[in-house]
C-alpha cells in the first residue's frame, strides 16, 4: 500500500471556526509533513514529524497546530485562519532513506 | 545554498510532438538525490523519478525519459510523444544527504505543461 489519504478533500471555514485536517499513511514511514501550496507556486513546507516528534516547524502562524497522535496519522488543526491561509494543503510520508515522499491528493481550503 | 532553478514557466505543445522539461540545481554537497514530481489538476503530487548524484545514467521509463548531467547540474525530463493526459505542472526538486527521516526537499517553480489534441 503506497498510498496516503486525507481528509476532507475539500474545506470551506470561516475566520472564527475551528477545524482539522486529517493524514493517515500505512507504509510504515518515520516521518510525515504538511506542506501549503498556493496556486502556480511550488508546494511550501510547514511542519515534519519525525519519528512522531516535530522536528521542523517553518515559523508557521500559530494558528497552525500540528499534531501527531501515532506513526500513521497527521494533523493539522486550524483556528482563526485569514483569507490568505486559503489553499491546498498536502501531507507526505517518507521513509528516509532517499527522501522519496509521497503525497496525499490534498485537502483544498477555503477561508471566507 | 541549495536552489532549484526551474526557468520554463509555462509550456504548450500539440499531442505527439516531444517536449523537453529542463531543471538546473545548485548544490556544495557531493551526494544528493534530485526528483520529478507531476501534479496534475487534481492537485495530488505524484512522484516519478529519484536520481542518486553518484549514478549519471540515463533513465527510460515508457514514453518518459531523464537525463542527467552532473557537468552542467541538470536533470531533464523528456516526454516523447506526448499526450493530453501528460498536461500537469511538473516540479524538480533537490535533496542533501546523508537523509534523515523529516529531510525537507527543495523544489523548483514548476513548469506547466498544456498538451492539445
Known amino acids: 500500500d503506497t498510498e496516503v489519504t486525507q481528509t476532507p478533500k475539500h474545506l470551506v471555514m470561516g475566520m472564527t471556526n475551528k477545524k482539522s485536517l486529517k493524514c493517515e499513511q500505512h507504509?510504515?514511514?518515520?516521518?510525515m509533513y504538511w506542506y501549503k501550496q498556493k496556486a502556480k507556486k511550488p508546494p511550501e513546507l510547514m511542519f515534519v514529524?519525525?519519528?512522531?516528534?516535530?522536528?521542523i516547524n517553518e515559523s508557521v502562524p500559530s494558528r497552525f497546530s500540528p499534531e501527531c497522535p501515532n506513526s500513521s496519522l497527521l494533523n493539522l488543526h486550524l483556528h482563526a485562519l485569514q483569507p490568505e491561509d486559503s489553499a491546498l494543503y498536502l501531507c507526505a510520508s517518507c521513509q528516509g532513506d532517499y527522501n522519496e515522499q509521497f503525497f496525499g491528493p490534498g485537502t483544498r481550503l477555503t477561508v471566507l | 545554498a541549495q536552489k532549484v532553478t526551474q526557468a520554463q514557466t509555462e509550456i504548450s505543445v500539440v499531442e505527439k510532438e516531444d517536449v523537453t522539461l529542463d531543471c538546473v540545481y545548485e548544490?556544495?554537497?557531493?551526494?544528493?538525490?534530485l526528483f520529478w514530481y507531476k501534479q496534475p489538476p487534481s492537485g495530488e503530487l505524484v512522484f516519478l523519478i529519484r536520481r542518486n548524484s553518484f549514478d549519471e545514467q540515463n533513465e527510460i521509463s515508457g514514453r518518459y525519459s531523464w537525463n542527467f548531467q552532473k557537468s552542467t547540474s541538470s536533470f531533464n525530463f523528456t516526454i516523447t510523444a506526448s499526450q493530453v493526459v501528460d498536461s500537469a505542472v511538473y516540479f524538480c526538486a533537490l535533496s542533501e544527504a546523508p537523509v534523515f527521516p523529516g529531510t525537507a526537499l527543495i523544489f523548483g517553480k514548476g513548469t506547466t505543461l498544456s498538451v492539445s489534441s
Open positions: 514529524y519525525s519519528y512522531e516528534k516535530l522536528s
Open positions: 507504509m510504515g514511514h518515520r516521518a
Open positions: 548544490t556544495r554537497d557531493t551526494t544528493y538525490y
